[in-house]
């Protein structure tokens, strides 16, 4: 019913950047959160930026000031704008939205990933 389709993964130098894009379709009512998580080989997903409905953000402390995660509500897009990347940004990243296909029914939704790799 929802399906969140991820853009923009790659590989990059240290120091570059890259931007993350994921736009959401289907029977959407309503979104309240949309999130960016990442996992690396042998390691749990962990959450890396989100954003609310109001447009409030909260980032993991190893990205703050390098990450910047927006949103196109209009288009039930979200971005995660990546700067200073480092090779411990390597990972697999999966964007996630929370949200009501209609009232009294929510949803999760999580993208099929997208490859980050940072390697000189």
């Known amino acids: 019913q929802v399906q969140l389709v991820e853009s923009g993964g790659g590989l990059v130098q240290p120091g570059g950047s890259l931007r993350l894009s994921c736009a959401a379709s289907?029977?959407?009512?309503?979104?309240?959160?949309m999130g960016w998580y990442r996992q690396a080989p042998g390691k749990q997903r962990d959450l890396v930026a989100q954003?609310?409905?109001?447009?409030?953000?909260n980032y993991v402390d190893s990205v703050k000031g390098r990450f910047t995660i927006s949103r196109d509500n209009s288009k039930n897009t979200v971005y995660l704008q990546m700067n200073s990347l480092k090779p411990e940004d390597t990972a697999v990243y999966y964007c996630?939205?929370?949200?009501?296909?209609?009232?009294?029914?929510?949803?999760?939704?999580w993208g099929q990933g997208t490859q980050v790799t940072v390697s000189s």
């Open positions: 996630k939205i929370e949200g009501s296909l209609r009232i009294g029914v929510t949803f999760t939704s």
């Open positions: 289907g029977s959407i009512f309503s979104i309240n959160v």
């Open positions: 954003i609310t409905t109001s447009g409030s953000t």
